[in-house]
């Protein structure tokens, strides 16, 4: 039997996250947006269910305009998410439950409302000019912009300002003006922030766009490419390669001392995570480097967005675990993440079908690495289909004049979603009216999905068979059994006829083996090794065990014990 000799795993290493949208997740005060004490009232559902860290998107002060990744106040909350004593509250309320804390740190941006911002563009000589990233235009007196940089999001990242006769760089909306990183003065505030929520008991960060902390210095155009949209590997996008705008070489050290702040705090150890569009390499770049064989001095965890849009087939899966344990060995470590706040959730790229989403789901919570469930997901909430004309979402509302029939095309795979409001419906807690968000009479501040009644956490915390229910055993599992959270993983042998994925989880002496199949077919499977013990099936009722051979129904995922 192989002997899994690695020391005990560090917490974050082994936990399970759950994305809170707060504005979507319960309103407490009846005006049809979620907020903080609505968030403290649902933490024993939270804890119920089995997940151990909870991720809030920012709640700051903000003027919302990209709700929340707008910030105009680092240190404070927004007040229709709460105070500041709310938010003591809400950390001191998840501590007490054993459970950690991430919050959502935007380092690359603050809001144009922001008092730096209004102060920097005030005029050239404020203190401030220099904490934002301004310079001359081009040619015909300065009225074209300074290089051809573009945004994230599309269109020139440049912008105008009358004022001052100059351009400021923003590098995702024009309402999100860059920080300039290259002033100490800047990162200093920055870090100390960091430190700021780091004392306040927070024990973790998720970090925005952290790979386009820094630019160019001398503002090289960036080069042309074909490509129009950028995949989950590369950020290639608006026929710009932006070697000059993102993975910026200085961003690698600037993310090592950032690991200093982090560790600066000891107990618990805190962790970060970056949300980065990049290939694996990269990514593990991100990660820093392998300090003592137990440690790295970079990021502690990346997403690893390749699984957003991955295929539903055994084969497409093996490959990614393939990958994922070609660059993320100990001790480093790859996250399973499948829907969040600006994609089309997961379930909704399956066809809505709940089988597939449990296998999914098993997957993701068996395989090697930390998963990340975006609320919501636990019960199969479904993406719901919003008007681009009435969208929220400032992404949708820049492409609110494409035609619908064009955005259906666009969107068709699912990998592009132009209207993030989609995934971004309240939470469905009940069958009544507003789905339990908030109450009957009042207007939620997006429309509660259709499939509220059937889909919905009363319902279904009553029927065994839910996906709810999935979930909860599966967390529990999870939680009480070392391999799956601290085991070694390796894939088993491809089978025969493909439609199966199989890997085996090994810590210490225990071997438990994952089984899921991916094909519409009943499957056989050959001899299992010793003494097999079922631990969970997506399937209730039947024991998919007949003698020493696994017999898997359409899309059934099996957890077994083996004991020699
Ligand atoms: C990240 C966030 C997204 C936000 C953007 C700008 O991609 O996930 O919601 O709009 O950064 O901060």
New binding site residues.
């Given amino acids: 039997m192989p002997i899994q000799t690695n020391p005990d795993l560090q917490w974050w290493k082994k936990t399970t996250v759950y994305q809170v949208y707060p504005r979507s997740f319960k309103d407490s005060t009846g005006n049809g947006i979620g907020d903080i004490l609505g968030i403290i009232s649902k933490l024993d559902y939270l804890q119920d269910l089995g997940v151990e860290t909870i991720w809030f998107?920012p709640f700051f002060s903000s003027p919302q305009a990209?709700?929340g990744?707008?910030v105009s106040d680092f240190r404070s909350i927004s007040p229709e998410y709460g105070t500041i004593a709310d938010c003591d509250k809400l950390i001191e309320n998840i501590h007490n439950r054993g459970m950690y804390v991430v919050f959502?740190m935007?380092l690359?941006?603050t809001s144009n409302q922001h008092p730096w911002f209004l102060e920097s563009k005030s005029s050239r000589n404020n203190p401030k000019r220099d904490w934002y990233i301004w310079r001359d235009g081009q040619k015909f007196g300065g009225k074209k912009p300074p290089n051809n940089w573009k945004a994230?999001v599309g269109g020139s990242g440049w912008h105008y300002d009358e004022l001052t006769d100059q351009w400021y760089w923003a590098?995702?909306?024009p309402f999100?003006p860059d920080l300039n990183y290259r002033n100490p003065k800047v990162k200093q505030e920055m870090f100390d922030t960091i430190r700021f929520w780091l004392d306040k008991g927070v024990d973790g960060f998720r970090l925005?766009?952290i790979n386009t902390i820094y630019e160019d210095e001398a503002l090289r155009n960036n080069p042309f490419t074909w490509r129009l949209f950028p995949s989950e590997e590369d950020d290639k996008s608006f026929f710009q390669n932006k070697i000059h705008t993102m993975n910026h070489p200085d961003n690698f050290t600037f993310i090592k001392e950032l690991r200093n702040v982090l560790d600066e705090y000891t107990d618990p150890e805190r962790f970060l995570v970056g949300?980065i569009t990049a290939s694996l390499e990269l990514l593990k770049r991100y990660c820093g480097d392998n300090v003592d064989g137990t440690k790295t001095n970079g990021l502690h965890l990346t997403f690893q967005f390749q699984s957003l849009n991955t295929k539903f087939n055994a084969s497409t899966f093996r490959n990614i675990i393939e990958s994922y344990e070609q660059y993320f060995t100990e001790p480093y470590i790859p996250t399973w993440v499948f829907s969040?706040?600006?994609q089309m959730r997961r379930i909704s790229k399956l066809g809505n079908n709940i089988d597939k989403a449990k296998l999914n789901t098993t997957l993701q919570l068996t395989a090697r690495g930390v998963p990340f469930i975006y609320y919501g997901e636990e019960i199969g909430m479904a993406n719901h289909r919003l008007p681009l004309k009435n969208a929220e979402d400032?992404?949708g509302q820049k492409y609110s004049r494409i035609p619908q029939f064009l955005v259906n095309l666009l969107t068709r795979s699912g990998s592009l979603s132009l209207n993030?409001d989609n995934c971004r419906t309240p939470m469905q807690w009940d069958p009544s009216l507003n789905a339990g968000f908030c109450s009957e009479e009042l207007k939620p501040w997006l429309p509660v999905s259709p499939c509220y009644q059937t889909i919905n956490v009363h319902s279904e915390e009553s029927d065994s068979n839910s996906i709810l229910n999935c979930y909860k055993t599966l967390l529990k599992l999870r939680k009480e059994t070392p391999a799956l959270h601290s085991g070694s993983l390796n894939l088993l042998p491809p089978f025969l006829f493909g439609g199966i994925l199989s890997f085996q989880r090994v810590y210490n002496e225990q071997v438990v083996q994952i089984w899921l199949n991916f094909s519409t077919k009943p499957t056989r499977t050959s001899e299992i090794g010793e003494n097999p013990r079922v631990l969970f099936s997506t399937v209730a009722g039947c024991n998919p065990l007949k003698d020493t051979l696994l017999h898997l129904e359409p899309y059934q995922g099996v957890v077994l014990e083996l004991f020699s």
Wanted: hydrophobic share 25%.
């Fill in positions: 998107s990209d709700h990744y707008d959502d935007v690359n941006h994230m590098q995702f909306l999100q925005d766009i949300e969040n706040h600006d400032p992404i993030r």
